[in-house]
Every structure is written in C-alpha cells, then in structure tokens.
C-alpha cells in the first residue's frame, strides 16, 4: 500500500509540474509565432484547448514512466509505447488545435515520423550510456566489497 500510494503522490506531482511546464513552453511557441505572421492575440479557447492538450500529453507520459498504471515493463517498452502514444496523440492534438491545417503531403509525413524516430533514438542511445555507466559503478562496487569481505575473512 505504501508504494501505491508513493507512486500517486509521484503521478500528482508530475502532473501538476509537467502541466505547468508543457502549457508554459507551448504559450512561448504560440507567442513566437504569433509575432512572426503579425496575429495581435489569442484566443480564450485556444488557451483552453492548449492547457487541455498539455495536460493529456502530461497524462500519457505519466500514464508510461511511473508505476501506477503500469508495473514491470523496462524502460526500453515504456518509451517505445509511450513514443507511440504521443506521436498519435500530437497529429490528433496538431489539428484539434489547428496547427496543421491540411492532410499534409507525404514529405511533411516522412519529417514528422523522421523527428519522432530521431529523438526515439538519441533516447535510446542515451539510455544505454547511462545503463552502461551505472553497470560500471555496480561493478566497481562490487569488487571493492568482495576484497573487504575477503581481507575480513583472512582469505
């Protein structure tokens, strides 16, 4: 029960930090864009779309990288899930808030799938440096207490 309920508190918390972040960096976009084609405002219902948006964005994510929902599955299957999740989620999202404006052609289909499948990697690469360095420490670790266990045993 206690680890339930440290993973709702873990869930709460990233929600209310990844909402207030992902409606932050989203509002700056909107505001670029905004200046860049000469629009003097935005609109109560595009705020309201966008925090919406950020926040099931926020959800799937939660929903993959923390235990609540889903317990035993590696990292490598959460992200591929979750990489899958959210890119279906953003084309739907793109249009609800009328980023894209037409189907696309196949070229801007091919960019979008490239970006997802380029960051889905550099994750991926990451991910193995880092396990390969954690594993290095665990190591060395381990054989600093194999040699103070031995020298306690007079072996």
Do not use: H
Request: proline share 1%; hydrophobic share 50%; net charge positive.
């Amino acid at each position: 029960m206690y680890k339930y309920k440290e993973e709702l508190l873990k869930f709460l918390a990233w929600m209310r930090n990844g909402t207030a972040f992902c409606t932050t960096w989203f509002l700056i976009l909107m505001l670029i864009y905004n200046s860049i084609y000469n629009i003097p405002a935005i609109s109560t219902n595009m705020l309201i779309r966008l925090i919406f948006f950020s926040l099931g964005g926020v959800f799937l994510f939660n929903l993959f990288f923390t235990c609540l929902f889903i317990k035993k599955w590696s990292f490598i299957k959460r992200l591929t899930g979750f990489m899958i999740a959210i890119s279906l989620y953003e084309c739907g999202g793109f249009y609800w808030l009328d980023f894209f404006q037409s189907q696309g052609n196949i070229i801007e289909w091919l960019i979008f799938v490239g970006i997802v499948l380029a960051l889905y990697f550099c994750c991926v690469v990451i991910y193995q440096q880092y396990s390969k360095k954690q594993g290095e420490i665990y190591t060395k670790s381990l054989r600093v207490y194999q040699q103070k266990r031995s020298s306690e045993n007079g072996k």
